[in-house]
């Protein structure tokens, strides 16, 4: 039931997995897929697979009512929310209105409520627990963050064509890549090939 250990393993439709932390829970749903050029990275095909997501680490909300298809429409909605509001925020833009309007929305539904167990040293979700609970669980993260002491570290990769999103929590505050050991060692040998061939 820890919100507060993120990252996932994401796939690439092309080939190759790599380990991407984005710093919050809510970021880390923003890239479970998307619409448009992102339709390729959907991972929310069915409505058991928000079930499946919502009940990995680590949210650990195991649902006591199966996902419904209204429900799975209105994760969507609000997993774009984040990634625009989140791609605004690290541009420097206004929050576009129709995000902000879907954070609230979602944010003011009930949350999860963590419950402590009789001999006190763990805690699970009260029951019930339903997908609404989970996603504005989430909705608030983002707002929390939005609003927060973090709203300014919120970035978009530097590499110039990857748009993944992501809170730098670092101390530095120094983090440029969504994980060095992709956009970042590729920057890296970009720059090594560059210096050499400028050498020669």
Not at 52 to 59: F, G, I, R, V
Not at 170 to 183: L, V, Y
Request: with cysteine.
């Amino acid at each position: 039931m820890r919100t507060n250990a993120t990252g996932r393993v994401l796939h690439d439709p092309k080939g190759g997995s790599f380990r991407f932390d984005a710093g919050a829970l809510c970021l880390d749903f923003a890239h479970t897929g998307g619409e448009g050029r992102y339709a390729v990275f959907e991972s929310l095909h069915e409505p058991a697979d928000l079930g499946a997501w919502l009940a990995q680490p680590p949210l650990t909300a195991v649902l006591t009512e199966p996902v419904t298809a209204r429900g799975l429409a209105a994760a969507k909605a609000l997993r774009q929310a984040i990634w625009d509001a989140a791609h605004a925020r690290a541009a420097g833009r206004p929050l576009p209105a129709e995000a902000v309007a879907a954070l609230n929305e979602a944010g003011a539904a009930a949350p999860l409520v963590p419950e402590l167990a009789a001999d006190g040293t763990a805690t699970a979700w009260a029951p019930p627990v339903r997908a609404a609970q989970a996603l504005s669980t989430m909705a608030r993260e983002m707002i929390e963050l939005l609003s927060g002491p973090l709203a300014g570290r919120i970035r978009e990769c530097a590499s110039d064509n990857c748009p993944l999103v992501f809170v730098d929590s670092s101390r530095p505050g120094a983090r440029r890549w969504c994980a060095m050991e992709r956009c970042g060692n590729r920057h890296k040998l970009r720059a090594l090939r560059a210096r050499r061939a400028t050498d020669s």
